[in-house]
């Protein structure tokens, strides 16, 4: 179980994507997908979501750096000893957007690049995936584990699409390849609950080329607590601030699922 220390920074991930979750579902009741100007309504949703998760960070760790979608910084953060807060204030905007149930709000903090603490939430179906390093990884209450699937045959699997796909791009290279080698592709529009499905076993994998921290943080930690593995598209070491990757339930799984995928070349 998570020390004294980790604990308070879960349960302050926990309290700020709550709050942050009842802003999206606060908002998500003023418009219609077709009504005019609605973009300005989602972005207005977004933004009432990062205050509020800000406020509750900024009342516990006042000195802590905060790292956002709404407000990207020039360059992320260097000092190995900062504590950073990544936060995406609504991972799967369209699908928010359109009021298809499949929305999340992250919650992580980091000590350079060393995760610490993450939680996603899904307040649709009130569901809060929590984690700290060293502690596992949990869902309300219920300890989570990633599957023992490690085929690629067997394996559900999902992947995030850039929001407009090129013909030639590799990512619909790969998305082919993967439907042919896998039981089932999936493409859901929130990265943050694909991984946080990984953790707890009904996903097998998921990879991304196109993903920024905010997106990932949390859920990596999930991943890599309930026994999963996350590396780099291209199979080397993960980067926080640069997050391709490929995460599986298991290192022979992802294995596999590297050599199905056609070799990562950057952007």
């Not at 908002?27 to 998760?53: C, N, P, Q, Y």
């Not at 929305?103 to 350079?112: E, I």
């Not at 929130?190 to 009904?202: K, V």
């Not at 991304?208 to 921290?213: D, E, L, V």
Request: hydrophobic share 45%.
């Amino acid at each position: 179980m998570p020390n004294e220390t980790s604990q308070s920074l879960v349960e302050t991930c926990e309290a700020a994507a709550r709050s942050g979750g009842r802003e999206l579902l606060s908002w998500r009741g003023r418009f219609k997908a077709r009504d005019k100007g609605v973009t300005d309504f989602v972005t207005d949703a977004d933004l009432a979501s990062e205050a509020a998760i800000r406020r509750v960070i900024a009342e516990r760790f006042p000195n802590d750096t905060f790292l956002g979608e709404e407000q990207p910084p020039d360059e992320y953060p260097s000092d190995p000893r900062q504590m950073t807060w990544i936060v995406d204030p609504l991972d799967g905007t369209t699908n928010y957007l359109h009021a298809y149930p499949h929305y999340a709000v992250s919650v992580a903090v980091a000590r350079g690049s060393e995760l610490l603490a993450g939680v996603i939430y899904d307040p649709v179906a009130d569901k809060c995936f929590s984690a700290a390093a060293g502690g596992g990884a949990w869902c309300d209450g219920a300890q989570l584990n990633t599957s023992a699937t490690r085929h690629v045959g067997d394996a559900l699997v999902a992947v995030s699409l850039p929001a407009r796909v090129r013909r030639d791009s590799a990512d619909l290279a790969d998305f082919i390849e993967a439907v042919q080698a896998c039981q089932g592709v999936r493409r859901s529009g929130s990265a943050a609950l694909n991984l946080a499905y990984l953790a707890s076993g009904a996903l097998d994998a998921f990879w991304a080329t196109h993903i920024h921290p905010w997106d990932v943080a949390a859920g990596v930690l999930l991943v890599r607590e309930a026994g999963g593995v996350v590396a780099a598209r291209d199979g080397g070491k993960f980067d926080l601030w640069n997050p391709h990757f490929l995460a599986a339930a298991g290192q022979e799984l992802q294995a596999e699922l590297l050599r199905v995928l056609t070799p990562y070349r950057g952007e």
